[in-house]
């Protein structure tokens, strides 16, 4: 039986997908750190501004889901489950995604995070690239 609204269920759903997005970019700065890049700067410098637009949104929609007394939690998994457990208006609502199906939402949630710290980077970066190619010195 559906508790949940759908307005709710987008919300939490939007919060845990963004969770699991911070977990991997955390994760993937550090194999960044460790590995052997020639260059690593520019890679850490994206990563660190989609932690920073995703820590952001989440920290909105944890105050939204504060508000109306919402919450989500892991309640299982295996090789290709994971439920989760939706909590709102003194009712549980238990979901299972199939786990490429979850990779498959973090995934798009990392292309939209990557378009957005590129967006706001564009704003000087892009012109000095522009000058240095006519310098030529440069």
């Known amino acids: 039986m559906r508790y949940l609204k759908q307005k709710e269920l987008d919300l939490a759903s939007r919060y845990l997908f963004l ?16 590995g052997k890049f020639k260059i690593k700067e520019p890679y850490m410098e994206l990563l660190g501004k989609m932690e920073l637009e995703a820590r952001e949104e989440r ?16 309640s299982g998994r295996n090789d290709s ?3 989760f457990l939706f909590l709102a208006h003194g009712y549980e609502e ?5 786990n490429p199906a ?3 939402k973090v995934e ?16 000087g970066h892009h012109e000095k690239l522009a000058m240095s ?6």
Do not use: C, W
């Open 94 to 98: 238990k979901r299972n995604y199939f």
């Open 19 to 34: 969770s699991m997005a911070i977990a991997v970019i955390k994760q993937d700065r550090k194999h960044f750190e460790q």
């Open 59 to 74: 920290k909105k929609l944890r105050q939204q889901m504060d508000q109306q007394n919402l919450q989500v939690v892991e």
């Open 102 to 104: 979850i990779r498959k």
């Open 108 to 123: 798009n949630i990392l292309f939209e995070l990557m378009k957005k710290s590129q967006q706001s980077a564009h704003g």
């Open 133 to 138: 190619s006519d310098d030529p010195r440069g």
């Open 81 to 83: 489950f994971t439920s």
